[in-house]
């Protein structure tokens, strides 16, 4: 399996922030690399699909970027609804795998 | 637009087969894949499956052998059934629907929680 890896597992930021989430993959996966936002009790919402591409109706304070092995998430100017979780998730082979999550908390 | 809904009991004894249902509306299950996808209390997300509307499948290697995925277009739904199931089954439990660029989750139900218990 394809192993992801966050980092940080957690990070504290404040309202109007920029803010950057990397994921790393065990091997290639060209762009097929996509981020996702989990809030408490409700399902995960797709974000960023294949590393840089905004899903329809995403706020464009999000950004995706990277290849290969080595991705981004950033988000410029924080807002109060942007703290969650957020997950890398891999698409290029299965198993599809996600990483361990990196939890955005307010300062 | 495209709305999923999963149904099934929240509660399974061990041993027992897990089955849920997800709902397909506000669009046709044509050209996509659906899957399942759940997160144990504590921990990442997991891939378990999916179907194509054609009929094939393809299951995360851990669960193949208890795991399938079924499809009925007339009923616009999807099922999934996992036998033998322990306490380690135990999640929430979201269906999905596939993008048809990059593969992609971009539609999900809201999720059922399900507990493995005696």
């Known amino acids: 399996d394809i192993q992801m890896t966050q980092s940080p597992s957690s990070l504290s930021a404040s309202v109007g922030d920029r803010v950057t989430i990397t994921c790393r993959a065990s091997q290639t996966i060209t762009t097929f690399l996509n981020w996702y936002q989990h809030k408490p009790g409700k399902a995960p919402k797709l974000l960023i699909y294949t590393a840089s591409s905004l899903e329809s109706g995403v706020p464009s304070r999000f950004s995706g970027s990277g290849s290969g092995t080595d991705f981004t998430l950033t988000i410029s100017g924080l807002q109060p609804e942007d703290f969650a979780t957020y997950y890398c998730q891999q698409s290029y082979r299965t198993p599809q795998t996600f990483g361990q999550g990196t939890r955005l908390e307010i300062k | 637009q495209v709305h999923l809904q999963e149904s099934g009991p929240g509660l399974v004894k061990p041993s027992e087969t897990l089955s849920l249902t997800c709902t397909v509306s506000g669009g046709s299950m044509s050209g996509y894949f659906w899957g399942w996808i759940r997160q144990p209390p504590g921990t990442t997300l997991e891939w378990l499956g999916y179907?194509?509307?054609?009929?094939?499948?393809d299951y995360n290697p851990s669960l193949r052998t208890r795991l399938a995925v079924s499809m009925d277009t007339s009923k616009s739904q999807f099922s999934l059934r996992l036998s033998s199931v322990a306490a380690a089954d135990t999640a929430m439990y979201y269906c999905v629907r596939v993008s048809a660029v990059g593969g992609a989750f971009d539609i999900w139900g809201q999720g059922t929680m399900v507990t493995v218990s005696s």
């Open positions: 179907i194509y509307y054609s009929g094939s499948t």
